[in-house]
């Protein structure tokens, strides 16, 4: 599948350190905040978001990484 890491290795793409990845809790917070939407904890196990695992399945660890990357996005989405 094209979200595994040898294919991302092997055609050049970028890997984020772990936690700031596509599809982390980091990321989903900052992408939450950065678009105006609640906070609603939930990662990507897939770089499209067909596979997701919601708050109920998350660990502690997982929960806290998204609502660090919700409080530290500063930028917002200007809709116009």
């Known amino acids: 599948m094209i979200w595994e890491k040898e294919n991302w290795e092997k055609n050049g793409w970028v890997i984020l350190t772990d ?3 596509h599809g982390s809790p980091y990321d989903r917070g ?8 609640a906070p609603e904890p ?12 919601k ?10 990484e998204y609502y660090k990357g919700y409080e530290e996005e500063d930028d917002r989405k200007e809709w116009e």
């Open 19 to 21: 936690h700031r990845r």
């Open 42 to 53: 939930h990662l990507w196990l897939d770089p499209l978001g067909r596979k997701t695992v």
């Open 55 to 64: 708050k109920s399945k998350m660990t502690k660890k997982q929960i806290e």
């Open 30 to 37: 900052s992408s939450d905040a950065y678009y105006g939407r």
